[in-house]
Protein backbone atom coordinates (compact mmCIF):
# COMPACT_ATOMS: atom_id res chain seq x y z
CA UNK A 1 0.00 0.00 0.00
CA UNK A 2 1.10 3.32 -0.20
CA UNK A 3 1.36 3.50 3.52
CA UNK A 4 2.22 1.99 6.68
CA UNK A 5 -1.90 0.77 8.01
CA UNK A 6 -2.18 0.37 11.83
CA UNK A 7 -5.33 -1.43 13.19
CA UNK A 8 -7.51 -1.25 15.39
CA UNK A 9 -7.06 2.02 15.09
CA UNK A 10 -8.46 2.14 19.01
CA UNK A 11 -8.50 -0.62 21.29
CA UNK A 12 -9.89 -0.89 24.53
CA UNK A 13 -9.61 -3.82 26.79
CA UNK A 14 -9.98 -5.06 30.18
CA UNK A 15 -7.17 -5.14 32.26
CA UNK A 16 -6.15 -8.64 32.14
CA UNK A 17 -7.08 -9.51 28.56
CA UNK A 18 -4.97 -10.37 26.25
CA UNK A 19 -4.70 -7.80 22.68
CA UNK A 20 -2.91 -8.19 19.27
CA UNK A 21 -1.96 -5.03 17.08
CA UNK A 22 -1.84 -5.46 13.96
CA UNK A 23 1.11 -3.73 11.71
CA UNK A 24 0.64 -3.49 7.46
CA UNK A 25 4.44 -1.89 6.18
CA UNK A 26 5.00 -0.42 2.82
CA UNK A 27 5.52 -3.24 0.38
CA UNK A 28 9.09 -3.52 0.08
CA UNK A 29 10.39 -2.07 3.59
CA UNK A 30 12.96 -4.56 4.96
CA UNK A 31 12.89 -3.11 8.41
CA UNK A 32 9.81 -2.57 10.79
CA UNK A 33 10.09 -0.98 13.75
CA UNK A 34 7.35 -1.38 16.77
CA UNK A 35 7.53 2.22 19.24
CA UNK A 36 5.14 2.74 22.44
CA UNK A 37 4.43 6.64 22.70
CA UNK A 38 2.79 7.59 26.22
CA UNK A 39 0.74 10.84 26.21
CA UNK A 40 2.96 13.95 25.98
CA UNK A 41 6.03 11.83 25.63
CA UNK A 42 8.16 11.29 22.24
CA UNK A 43 7.74 7.05 21.22
CA UNK A 44 9.69 4.98 22.77
CA UNK A 45 11.11 1.98 21.12
CA UNK A 46 9.62 -1.66 21.55
CA UNK A 47 11.02 -3.96 18.79
CA UNK A 48 12.70 -4.29 15.72
CA UNK A 49 12.78 -6.46 12.69
CA UNK A 50 14.80 -7.13 9.68
CA UNK A 51 12.44 -8.93 7.13
CA UNK A 52 11.17 -11.72 9.38
CA UNK A 53 14.44 -12.04 12.16
CA UNK A 54 13.39 -9.95 15.25
CA UNK A 55 17.20 -8.55 15.82
CA UNK A 56 16.23 -6.04 18.89
CA UNK A 57 13.79 -6.81 21.45
CA UNK A 58 15.11 -4.97 23.92
CA UNK A 59 13.11 -2.05 24.18
CA UNK A 60 9.89 -4.72 25.16
CA UNK A 61 8.70 -3.83 29.03
CA UNK A 62 7.94 -6.94 29.88
CA UNK A 63 7.57 -10.96 29.12
CA UNK A 64 4.29 -9.83 28.54
CA UNK A 65 4.83 -8.43 25.34
CA UNK A 66 5.50 -10.39 22.00
CA UNK A 67 5.92 -9.18 18.40
CA UNK A 68 6.36 -11.19 15.35
CA UNK A 69 6.63 -11.16 11.41
CA UNK A 70 6.15 -14.81 9.88
CA UNK A 71 6.58 -13.63 6.46
CA UNK A 72 8.91 -10.38 6.71
CA UNK A 73 5.73 -8.13 5.95
CA UNK A 74 2.39 -7.73 8.80
CA UNK A 75 3.91 -7.96 12.03
CA UNK A 76 1.61 -8.14 15.02
CA UNK A 77 2.74 -6.86 18.20
CA UNK A 78 0.51 -8.99 20.88
CA UNK A 79 0.18 -8.09 24.92
CA UNK A 80 -0.72 -11.06 27.61
CA UNK A 81 -2.96 -9.84 30.76
CA UNK A 82 -3.24 -6.46 30.12
CA UNK A 83 -2.55 -3.79 33.09
CA UNK A 84 -3.52 -0.08 33.10
CA UNK A 85 0.55 0.61 32.78
CA UNK A 86 0.07 -0.97 29.28
CA UNK A 87 -2.47 2.44 28.01
CA UNK A 88 -0.49 4.34 25.16
CA UNK A 89 -0.29 4.85 21.48
CA UNK A 90 1.33 1.85 19.90
CA UNK A 91 3.21 3.24 16.55
CA UNK A 92 5.04 1.13 13.91
CA UNK A 93 6.95 2.26 11.29
CA UNK A 94 8.98 0.76 8.19
CA UNK A 95 11.69 1.69 6.74
CA UNK A 96 13.36 1.11 2.99
CA UNK A 97 16.71 -0.35 4.99
CA UNK A 98 18.24 -1.11 7.76
CA UNK A 99 19.65 2.91 9.26
CA UNK A 100 20.06 6.46 7.11
CA UNK A 101 16.72 6.44 5.42
CA UNK A 102 13.64 8.39 7.22
CA UNK A 103 10.87 6.05 8.55
CA UNK A 104 7.27 6.14 7.82
CA UNK A 105 5.03 5.60 10.62
CA UNK A 106 1.12 4.47 10.80
CA UNK A 107 -1.25 6.47 12.67
CA UNK A 108 -1.06 4.09 15.44
CA UNK A 109 -3.45 2.05 17.91
CA UNK A 110 -4.74 3.88 21.05
CA UNK A 111 -4.90 1.05 23.41
CA UNK A 112 -6.66 1.88 26.67
CA UNK A 113 -6.63 -0.41 29.36
CA UNK A 114 -9.78 -0.37 31.77
CA UNK B 1 14.67 6.40 27.71
CA UNK B 2 14.63 8.92 25.41
CA UNK B 3 17.60 10.11 23.88
CA UNK B 4 16.96 13.79 23.44
CA UNK B 5 15.78 17.01 24.64
CA UNK B 6 13.49 19.54 22.86
CA UNK B 7 14.13 22.76 24.01
CA UNK B 8 11.43 24.43 24.27
CA UNK B 9 8.47 22.17 25.56
CA UNK B 10 6.23 24.11 24.24
CA UNK B 11 6.21 27.19 22.17
CA UNK B 12 3.44 29.74 20.78
CA UNK B 13 4.06 32.26 17.92
CA UNK B 14 2.08 34.17 15.67
CA UNK B 15 1.65 33.40 11.78
CA UNK B 16 4.16 34.69 9.60
CA UNK B 17 6.89 34.37 12.32
CA UNK B 18 9.58 32.34 12.41
CA UNK B 19 9.84 29.02 15.15
CA UNK B 20 13.02 27.53 16.34
CA UNK B 21 13.48 24.76 17.83
CA UNK B 22 16.62 22.58 19.57
CA UNK B 23 17.41 18.95 20.64
CA UNK B 24 20.48 18.19 22.21
CA UNK B 25 21.54 14.47 22.72
CA UNK B 26 23.73 12.48 24.47
CA UNK B 27 25.68 9.58 22.12
CA UNK B 28 27.49 9.27 19.07
CA UNK B 29 25.45 9.61 16.02
CA UNK B 30 25.05 8.60 11.98
CA UNK B 31 22.27 10.87 11.07
CA UNK B 32 19.39 12.91 12.91
CA UNK B 33 15.98 13.38 11.63
CA UNK B 34 13.32 15.57 12.51
CA UNK B 35 9.67 14.52 12.77
CA UNK B 36 6.01 16.27 12.53
CA UNK B 37 3.45 14.41 14.71
CA UNK B 38 0.05 16.04 14.22
CA UNK B 39 -2.30 15.24 17.47
CA UNK B 40 -3.62 11.68 17.09
CA UNK B 41 -1.63 11.27 14.14
CA UNK B 42 1.19 9.01 13.32
CA UNK B 43 4.54 10.79 12.85
CA UNK B 44 5.71 12.18 9.28
CA UNK B 45 9.38 12.53 8.43
CA UNK B 46 10.51 15.93 7.98
CA UNK B 47 13.90 16.18 7.45
CA UNK B 48 17.37 13.88 7.58
CA UNK B 49 20.84 15.28 7.99
CA UNK B 50 23.50 13.17 8.30
CA UNK B 51 26.19 13.32 10.92
CA UNK B 52 29.42 14.59 8.04
CA UNK B 53 26.67 17.93 7.30
CA UNK B 54 25.94 20.94 9.04
CA UNK B 55 23.16 22.16 7.56
CA UNK B 56 20.01 21.05 5.56
CA UNK B 57 17.52 22.76 3.64
CA UNK B 58 13.97 21.49 2.58
CA UNK B 59 11.56 24.52 1.79
CA UNK B 60 10.44 26.23 4.74
CA UNK B 61 13.13 23.85 7.25
CA UNK B 62 16.10 24.65 7.76
CA UNK B 63 18.36 22.27 10.01
CA UNK B 64 21.77 22.43 11.53
CA UNK B 65 23.57 19.79 13.42
CA UNK B 66 26.88 20.26 15.70
CA UNK B 67 28.33 17.56 16.51
CA UNK B 68 30.98 18.74 19.03
CA UNK B 69 27.98 19.89 20.88
CA UNK B 70 25.84 17.36 20.05
CA UNK B 71 23.00 19.87 19.59
CA UNK B 72 20.67 20.45 16.53
CA UNK B 73 17.80 23.17 15.42
CA UNK B 74 14.74 22.63 13.41
CA UNK B 75 13.87 26.25 12.14
CA UNK B 76 10.63 27.11 10.36
CA UNK B 77 10.23 30.79 8.46
CA UNK B 78 7.18 32.14 7.59
CA UNK B 79 5.24 29.85 9.74
CA UNK B 80 1.53 28.77 9.19
CA UNK B 81 -1.46 27.85 11.33
CA UNK B 82 -1.03 24.17 9.54
CA UNK B 83 2.51 24.10 11.20
CA UNK B 84 0.75 23.53 14.49
CA UNK B 85 2.06 20.38 16.20
CA UNK B 86 4.49 18.30 18.33
CA UNK B 87 7.98 18.48 16.77
CA UNK B 88 10.64 15.35 18.04
CA UNK B 89 13.90 15.01 16.84
CA UNK B 90 15.23 11.44 16.80
CA UNK B 91 18.81 10.15 16.54
CA UNK B 92 19.90 7.29 14.48
CA UNK B 93 23.12 5.70 16.05
CA UNK B 94 24.90 3.04 16.50
CA UNK B 95 22.86 0.83 19.72
CA UNK B 96 24.11 -2.64 18.99
CA UNK B 97 22.71 -4.63 16.48
CA UNK B 98 19.60 -2.59 15.42
CA UNK B 99 19.90 1.36 13.89
CA UNK B 100 16.44 2.35 15.85
CA UNK B 101 15.61 5.90 16.16
CA UNK B 102 15.74 7.20 20.12
CA UNK B 103 13.15 10.29 20.08
CA UNK B 104 13.32 13.28 22.48
CA UNK B 105 10.35 14.11 24.55
CA UNK B 106 9.44 16.97 21.52
CA UNK B 107 8.37 20.64 21.01
CA UNK B 108 4.66 21.57 20.97
CA UNK B 109 4.39 23.96 18.62
CA UNK B 110 1.23 26.49 17.86
CA UNK B 111 0.69 28.61 14.74
CA UNK B 112 -1.94 31.66 15.77
CA UNK B 113 -3.58 32.66 12.64
Known amino acids: GAGVSQSPRYKVAKRGQDVALRCDPI?????LFWYQQALGQGPEFLTY????????KSGLPSDRFFAERPEGSVSTLKIQRTQQEDSAVYLC????????????FGSGTRLTVV | SQQGEEDPQALSIQEGENATMNCSYK?????LQWYRQNSGRGLVHLIL?????REKHSGRLRVTLDTSKKSSSLLITASRAADTASYFC?????????????FGSGTQLTVLP
Open chain 2, 49 to 53: IRSNE
Open chain 2, 27 to 31: TSINN
Open chain 1, 27 to 31: SGHVS
Open chain 1, 93 to 104: ASSLAQGGYGYT
Open chain 2, 90 to 102: ATDGDAGSARQLT
Open chain 1, 49 to 56: FQNEAQLD
